[in-house]
């Protein structure tokens, strides 16, 4: 089931051209890379300190504890904090650079922005207790601003979005310590923790990842996606197509890889400007086509329509389709190898942040403070390198898809509720009598160890076939977009009747994309509203949802996962998180765990048990709350 790479057929095609070309891509390297090293695969591999590195045998005669004592669990559960510190930072870092840029807005300091979302802005003034009347939108937007970025280096209490949470949510995360006091506090006490010779015990390990997994899920992504809907706009479902069919011909096109709208909405901008319309047309160009790949082709696709090209694992074949006059960069998921595969193509790499450069890749340094004339510098490198296309070198894939974007918690309660009744009842009634069995949020990446795609279609398909709503985002939503899942008419073509019955009643798909990786924040909150909203239990661990990554891979990915078990979330990961080579840490997390934060891990590669596992938990949580019986398919 496995022996093919990508269930998409673009790819298929572009990796013959890598091939003839003597091109090596993520798939080759990974092929060259086999077998990978076991010792790190379980876990159970320490570098903290230079007296090792050590490695534990898990099976055989070898060494059973570090130089310094450590044992497996030990080791595991250094290592896999330190991987939920990697992800919390990434994602927080963003969230803190967005106040940034609403701070610097606020004042007039910015260049391309302006404070579009005024509705979300005074929601959350009241929600933060910022004073609102007789006020101008930029006083209110510097206080949230203030209020936000002050998140981040707080030393004591509690994080201000917890407090979204159900109260008995918010009364288990104290009990057990939990609640997390500063975002940064928690990263840098996993820093502390994971050094040599302090924390040592795997249990009191994973309660501080967890801590730092808050801090990420409900503190730095909340208000990345927060601050960000009030800076460009909260999104509404809109239309757009995927996959690399959408590069086009006679275009320049633009790709923007990464995860932040602060540099990916300006380039949006610029390539409508008139006037660099007109030149990419002097330079014997249709016009300007601007296309995304990952999380921040997400977010301009929620707010602005713009296309996506694809997900994780074809940022490369973009390149190789000899199409692509610039590939714009800023922070995460960005290959260090796109400079060489440019190289073999008229395509410029442009990289913006400071924060990351790559070998052989020209940089941009992007800054809010001049956001529209950079946007427009990079976007006229663009036109002028279109003549150095080579048109012997260009094979577009055919492949593209139609897509419906852009939900929010915000919107599902209009969408649901109807226009003069905005409500979460309709959604809790849906579950309650039957007719939808719960929700699932399917997310996280690509990951060459899974056949592309594969994992996140099949899994999808499964689940609302049995009348399970899908929620999506990151690259788990383009995978779905591609195959043409977050279509109205994919309710009929693949979804039970129940579930059929609700996206025809709304007229919206059956698998609803929320956003980018950080917007996971909106599916929680999401949640949060349901709860409120009555008559399916009092926490979030009592409802009939779960999560799912099938494809993961990154840090960020571990962050999510932990922070979804620890809202109360069953969370089933198609590869196990490396900590296996530690028996009681694996026990812990999969079952254990379960006792104090009321979610769990399970690990299932392949995605049709994944969604038994997961229709047997939604089963037992709607008997547990004496739902009904399910209308349609039992
Ligand atoms: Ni999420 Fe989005 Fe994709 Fe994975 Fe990377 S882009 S932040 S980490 S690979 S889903
Ligand atoms: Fe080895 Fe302990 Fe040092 Fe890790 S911290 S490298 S287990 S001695």
């Given at each position: 089931?496995?022996?093919?790479?990508?269930?998409?057929?673009?790819?298929?095609?572009?990796?013959?051209?890598?091939?003839?070309?003597?091109?090596?891509?993520?798939?080759?390297?990974?092929?060259?890379?086999?077998?990978e090293?076991?010792?790190?695969?379980?876990?159970?591999?320490?570098?903290?300190c230079?007296?090792?590195?050590?490695?534990?045998?898990?099976?055989?005669?070898?060494?059973?504890?570090?130089?310094?004592?450590?044992?497996?669990?030990?080791?595991?559960?250094r290592?896999?904090?330190?991987?939920?510190?990697?992800?919390?930072?990434?994602?927080?870092?963003?969230g803190?650079?967005?106040?940034?840029?609403?701070?610097?807005?606020?004042?007039?300091?910015?260049?391309?922005?302006?404070i579009?979302?005024?509705?979300?802005?005074?929601?959350?003034?009241?929600?933060?207790?910022?004073?609102?009347?007789?006020?101008?939108?930029?006083e209110?937007?510097?206080?949230?601003?203030?209020?936000?970025?002050?998140?981040?280096?707080?030393?004591?209490?509690?994080?201000?979005?917890?407090?979204?949470?159900?109260?008995?949510?918010?009364?288990?995360?104290?009990?057990?310590?939990?609640?997390?006091?500063?975002?940064?506090?928690?990263?840098?006490?996993?820093?502390?923790?994971?050094?040599?010779?302090?924390?040592?015990?795997?249990?009191?390990?994973?309660?501080?990842?967890?801590?730092?997994?808050?801090?990420?899920?409900?503190?730095?992504?909340?208000?990345?996606?927060?601050?960000?809907?009030i800076?460009?706009?909260?999104?509404?479902?809109v239309?757009?197509?995927?996959?690399?069919?959408?590069?086009?011909?006679?275009?320049?096109?633009?790709?923007?890889?990464?995860?932040?709208?602060?540099?990916?909405?300006?380039?949006?901008?610029?390539?409508?400007?008139?006037?660099?319309?007109?030149?990419?047309?002097?330079?014997?160009?249709?016009?300007?086509?601007?296309?995304?790949?990952?999380?921040?082709?997400?977010?301009?696709?929620?707010?602005?329509?713009?296309?996506?090209?694809?997900?994780?694992?074809?940022?490369?074949?973009?390149?190789?389709?000899?199409?692509?006059?610039?590939?714009?960069?800023?922070?995460?998921?960005?290959?260090?190898?796109?400079?060489?595969?440019?190289?073999?193509?008229?395509t410029?790499?442009?990289?913006?942040?400071?924060?990351?450069?790559?070998?052989?890749?020209?940089?941009?340094?992007?800054?809010?403070?001049?956001?529209?004339?950079?946007?427009?510098?990079?976007?006229?490198?663009?036109?002028?390198?279109?003549?150095?296309?080579?048109?012997?070198?260009?094979?577009?894939?055919?492949?593209?898809?139609?897509?419906?974007?852009?939900?929010?918690?915000?919107?599902?309660?209009?969408?649901?509720?109807?226009?003069?009744?905005?409500?979460?009842r309709?959604?809790?009634?849906?579950?309650?009598?039957?007719?939808?069995?719960?929700?699932?949020?399917?997310?996280?990446?690509?990951?060459?160890?899974?056949?592309?795609?594969?994992?996140?279609?099949?899994?999808?398909?499964?689940?609302?076939?049995?009348?399970?709503?899908?929620?999506?985002?990151?690259?788990?939503?383009?995978?779905s977009?591609?195959?043409?899942?977050?279509?109205?008419?994919?309710?009929?073509?693949?979804?039970?009747?129940?579930?059929q019955?609700?996206?025809?009643?709304?007229?919206?798909?059956?698998?609803?994309?929320?956003?980018?990786?950080?917007?996971?924040?909106?599916?929680?909150?999401?949640?949060?509203n349901?709860?409120?909203?009555?008559?399916?239990?009092?926490?979030?661990?009592?409802?009939?949802?779960?999560?799912?990554?099938?494809?993961?891979?990154?840090?960020?990915?571990?962050?999510?996962?932990?922070?979804?078990?620890?809202?109360?979330?069953?969370?089933?990961?198609?590869?196990p998180?490396?900590?296996?080579?530690?028996?009681?840490?694996?026990?812990?997390?999969?079952?254990?765990?379960?006792?104090?934060?009321?979610?769990?891990?399970?690990?299932?590669?392949?995605?049709l048990?994944?969604?038994?596992?997961?229709?047997?938990?939604?089963?037992?949580?709607?008997?547990?709350?004496?739902?009904?019986?399910?209308?349609?398919?039992?």
């Open positions: 089931m496995n022996n093919e790479k990508s269930a998409d057929s673009s790819v298929k095609e572009t990796l013959c051209v890598a091939c003839d070309r003597n091109i090596s891509t993520v798939f080759d390297r990974f092929e060259a890379m086999q077998p090293c076991g010792f790190g695969q379980l876990g159970v591999c320490c570098r903290n230079v007296m090792g590195p050590c490695r534990i045998d898990p099976f055989g005669e070898g060494a059973k504890e570090g130089i310094c004592g450590a044992n497996a669990d030990t080791i595991a559960a290592n896999l904090v330190r991987m939920i510190a990697g992800g919390a930072a990434a994602h927080s870092d963003h803190r650079d967005v106040a940034h840029t609403l701070l610097a807005t606020s004042e007039g300091k910015t260049e391309g922005y302006a579009k979302g005024k509705e979300k802005l005074f929601d959350l003034a009241k929600e933060l207790n910022i004073k609102t009347e007789n006020r101008k939108i930029e209110i937007a510097h206080d949230v601003a203030e209020k936000c970025f002050a998140e981040f280096g707080q030393q004591y209490g509690e994080l201000q979005f917890t407090k979204r949470a159900p109260k008995k949510r918010q009364e288990i995360w104290r009990k057990n310590k939990l609640t997390p006091r500063g975002i940064d506090r928690e990263v840098v006490e996993i820093m502390h923790r994971t050094h040599i010779g302090v924390d040592n015990d795997y249990e009191n390990l994973i309660q501080q990842g967890m801590r730092a997994s808050l801090s990420d899920g409900w503190g730095g992504s909340m208000i990345a996606t927060d601050l960000q809907d800076l460009f706009g909260s999104p509404t479902p239309r757009s197509v995927s996959n690399l069919g959408v590069l086009k011909e006679d275009e320049v096109n633009i790709i923007v890889h990464g995860h932040e709208p602060t540099l990916s909405d300006v380039i949006v901008t610029a390539s409508q400007d008139k006037e660099l319309l007109e030149l990419a047309k002097s330079y014997g160009a249709k016009g300007i086509n601007l296309a995304g790949i990952c999380c921040t082709a997400n977010e301009i696709l929620m707010r602005r329509g713009i296309p996506i090209a694809g997900n994780f694992l074809q940022q490369e074949l973009a390149i190789i389709t000899g199409a692509v006059e610039v590939f714009i960069t800023d922070v995460q998921c960005v290959m260090p190898s796109l400079g060489k595969i440019a190289g073999c193509f008229h410029k790499v442009v990289s913006t942040s400071p924060k990351a450069k790559f070998p052989g890749v020209e940089h941009i340094e992007f800054s809010e403070e001049e956001a529209l004339p950079i946007a427009k510098k990079i976007v006229r490198l663009a036109i002028e390198n279109y003549k150095n296309r080579k048109k012997e070198l260009v094979n577009i894939p055919k492949e593209k898809m139609e897509l419906i974007a852009g939900f929010t918690s915000e919107y599902v309660f209009k969408m649901l509720g109807g226009k003069y009744r905005a409500t979460y309709p959604l809790n009634d849906a579950i309650i009598s039957g007719r939808l069995r719960g929700a699932v949020g399917i997310v996280g990446c690509n990951n060459p160890k899974v056949k592309h795609d594969w994992a996140h279609i099949e899994l999808t398909k499964e689940l609302i076939k049995n009348d399970v709503l899908v929620v999506t985002t990151g690259c788990s939503a383009i995978a977009a591609k195959a043409g899942l977050l279509l109205p008419e994919a309710a009929k073509k693949y979804a039970g009747k129940g579930l019955e609700i996206c025809e009643a709304v007229g919206c798909p059956p698998v609803l994309h929320m956003g980018s990786c950080v917007d996971i924040s909106r599916i929680l909150t999401t949640l949060c349901v709860i409120t909203e009555g008559g399916l239990g009092e926490d979030i661990s009592d409802l009939p949802v779960a999560a799912a990554a099938p494809e993961w891979m990154s840090e960020k990915a571990v962050s999510i996962g932990f922070y979804a078990v620890v809202s109360g979330i069953y969370t089933v990961l198609g590869l998180l490396p900590v296996m080579g530690g028996k009681n840490l694996t026990e812990y997390l999969t079952n254990d765990i379960e006792n104090t934060v009321g979610g769990k891990f399970a690990f299932e590669p392949d995605p048990k994944a969604a038994k596992l997961i229709i047997e938990h939604l089963n037992k949580k709607r008997e547990l709350l004496k739902l009904k019986p399910m209308m349609y398919i039992k």
